[in-house]
């Protein structure tokens, strides 16, 4: 796994498209990642783990890992656990139906790890549409 390119902008400025790269970035500073530079150790690249202090050269994969997802849902209010769980069963960001059917519970319990990344980023306003 390689370290990903991630945009950086000026300040409240978004990057131009949500590709996988940003996608991970996102995920991982809305987790408590602190981005490159922030290291007082090389690389200069390296990301700083909010579990443990410590530098790592890359980041979790969120679009491709399950467990990762699961670890960045942890992070996730009530309110936008709601929107979170209305994008996977919709695929849009809409409040989560109160009537819940074993359709719906399959659907969103069998998610790809890069739809559960898609859902997060929406529900936390982080998603930047192409």
């Not at 590709?19 to 970035?25: I, K, Y």
């Not at 700083?48 to 699961?70: E, F, I, K, R, T």
Request: aromatic residues 10%.
């Amino acid at each position: 796994m390689t370290t990903p390119r991630c945009w950086r902008g000026s300040e409240g400025m978004l990057p131009p498209a949500m590709n996988p790269d940003h996608q991970r970035c996102a995920i991982a500073e809305a987790c408590g990642w602190k981005a490159p530079g922030d290291c007082t150790r090389q690389p200069p690249h390296a990301w700083q783990s909010p579990l443990d202090g410590c530098c790592y050269d890359n980041l979790p994969d969120y679009l491709a890992d399950l467990n990762a997802m699961h670890e960045a849902e942890a992070a996730l209010t009530t309110w936008q656990q709601e929107v979170f769980g209305g994008f996977l069963y919709h695929g849009k960001v809409c409040a989560f139906q109160d009537v819940c059917t074993g359709q719906i519970v399959f659907g969103c319990a069998h998610a790809t790890a890069a739809r559960r990344a898609e859902a997060f980023l929406r529900a936390t306003g982080r998603w930047v549409e192409e």
